[in-house]
């Protein structure tokens, strides 16, 4: 007999969803009366999830649909602070207080499912296929490092809390982003995206191993604290109209970017000229996963530091390629680090070559993404344009043709970036965030017109220097 209750895990979040939706055109023949499910906060599930709900209501199916993927329930957290979600962590901590289970022992035995039983006449469908997936155009020459499933993930836990001592004085973002053979962190969020992982489980481990240590780092830099931020991140994401957009999003600065999409796409194809940049974006590729640090170089880089672009294309390539995209954390990220929302200081851009060569100064880590770089000496791989030709000719690599000359020079493209961001700041402030298309159109088109300006003014410049010399 089929169960009368359908299950669907978080485990296999999307696949048993479907099914379970599915299953309800075969819930008369079936006599399903409960169906189960996780709760789920974006915004398509939700749309989905309101379908199913108002069906099985019509057909007098009892539904269970706990919150079981964040720490919190998202919806109590708001309610808390009068109907609006918090916009800073810290508000956000303080609000939240101990998860309501957090006392309850940890939970280790693994309960199974009722046998599926005869299905009838329904067919079962098949696990898609990576072309079906829409993946089938990428070539891999090395395959991402993770592995998938509930027992990987918790071999990864355990090995990542049996090191008390690295629990307990993980300090992000202190990490190393370019350590790629023993990254700098624990490397669970796909594990965590695809609830192969319970953020909850993942909570209580860490705190049994902070009562056995006499000293333990804390939130936001602890490991607790990185899994508050993705709780922040979903609650703040839940309870925000558009949050994955600029236009209409109440706490998204309206920012007159480039439509450029020559830089865009240099950017995506790790052509931009800066190896670091490039060396993260091959990384993306490979692997579909980096360091935090690293997704930050990049998406500066991208933004409001380098191409200026406008932050809903990077987090779509992004949303393609990592393996552990999640809506809530990605958008939220991607609207900290263009200084949208969250995160303010504009002025304070990573530099491509500086910053990655403070953690590694050899560039083993280009050298390792980046194979056409590899006999480029420590000197110049940073800035291998640089390199005396002489220099690119022994190392193979001739800068404009084995590898991309820099898409933008740094310095200049930086400052015009951080001005661009003044203006767009104080006309938010100007207008109290309620700027238009029209008010952004303008904005551009001044924007424009000072640029000419002033390229008019180094001419006139340079002119004037020639006549006196
Ligand atoms: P650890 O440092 O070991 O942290 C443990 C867990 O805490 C992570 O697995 C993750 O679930 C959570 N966490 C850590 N940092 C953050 C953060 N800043 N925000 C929210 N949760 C966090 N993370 C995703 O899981 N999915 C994404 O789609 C995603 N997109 C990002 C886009 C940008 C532009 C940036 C800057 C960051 C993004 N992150 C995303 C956040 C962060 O980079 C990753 O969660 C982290 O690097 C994953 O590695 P880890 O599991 O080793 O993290």
């Not at 199916?61 to 919806?75: D, G, K, Q, R, Y």
């Not at 579909?288 to 880089?301: E, K, P, Q």
């Not at 002033?454 to 020639?466: A, G, I, L, N």
Request: glycine content about 6%.
């Amino acid at each position: 007999m089929f169960p009368t209750t359908l299950y669907g895990s978080q485990e296999t979040q999307s696949l048993s969803l479907m099914r379970v939706k599915k299953g309800i055109s075969h819930t008369c023949q079936w006599d399903v009366k409960k169906l189960c499910f996780e709760y789920d906060t974006d915004p398509y599930y939700q749309a989905l999830d309101t379908k199913v709900k108002d069906y099985a209501s019509i057909v007098g199916i009892e539904v269970f649909s706990p919150v079981s993927h964040t720490l919190f329930n998202p919806a109590d957290v708001i309610q808390k602070n009068g109907g609006r979600p918090p916009l800073s962590y810290q508000s956000f901590v303080k609000l939240a207080g101990q998860p309501s289970w957090a006392s309850s022992p940890l939970s280790v035995t693994i309960s199974s499912l009722p046998p599926v039983g005869d299905v009838g006449g329904c067919e079962i469908s098949e696990v898609p296929t990576i072309k079906e997936l829409g993946y089938g155009d990428i070539e891999q020459d090395e395959f991402s490092p993770f592995r998938g499933g509930e027992s990987e993930a918790l071999k990864r836990l355990k090995e990542s809390i049996n090191n008390k001592e690295w629990v307990a004085a993980f300090e992000k973002p202190k990490g190393d982003p370019s350590a790629f053979l023993k990254p700098a962190t624990t490397t669970l969020s796909p594990y965590l995206k695809f609830g192969c992982l319970s953020s909850r489980y993942f909570y209580q481990c860490l705190q049994d191993v902070y009562r056995n240590v006499k000293r333990h780092t804390s939130p936001p830099v602890s490991l607790v604290g990185q899994l508050l931020w993705r709780d922040f991140f979903y609650t703040v994401a839940f309870g925000t109209p558009n949050f994955d957009r600029m236009t209409g999003n109440r706490i998204c600065k309206q920012i007159p970017w480039n439509d450029n999409d020559e830089l865009l796409v240099a950017w995506r194809d790790a052509r931009t000229g800066y190896p670091w940049i490039d060396a993260i974006m091959i990384q993306l590729y490979k692997w579909g996963w980096m360091h935090h640090l690293a997704r930050h170089s990049v998406a500066c880089f991208l933004t409001r530091g380098d191409l200026f672009v406008h932050w809903e294309k990077g987090r779509d390539v992004f949303e393609r390629l990592l393996i552990d995209s999640d809506w809530a954390i990605n958008n939220g990220n991607w609207l900290w680090l263009s200084c949208s929302s969250f995160f303010y200081q504009y002025n304070r851009i990573y530099s491509p070559i500086s910053f990655g060569k403070k953690y590694d100064p050899n560039g083993d880590y280009i050298k390792h993404f980046l194979p056409i770089l590899k006999d480029m000496p420590k000197e110049y791989i940073y800035e291998p344009w640089t390199a005396p030709l002489s220099v690119q000719t022994k190392a193979k690599c001739i800068i404009g043709k084995d590898y991309p000359k820099p898409v933008v020079p740094h310095d200049s493209a930086s400052k015009e970036s951080r001005r661009k961001m003044a203006e767009a700041y104080s006309l938010n402030q100007k207008l109290n965030g309620k700027v238009s298309e029209e008010d952004l159109k303008k904005l551009r088109r001044k924007l424009e017109e000072d640029s000419e300006d002033t390229k008019q003014e180094v001419k006139t410049k340079r002119m004037r220097q020639k006549l006196i010399c």
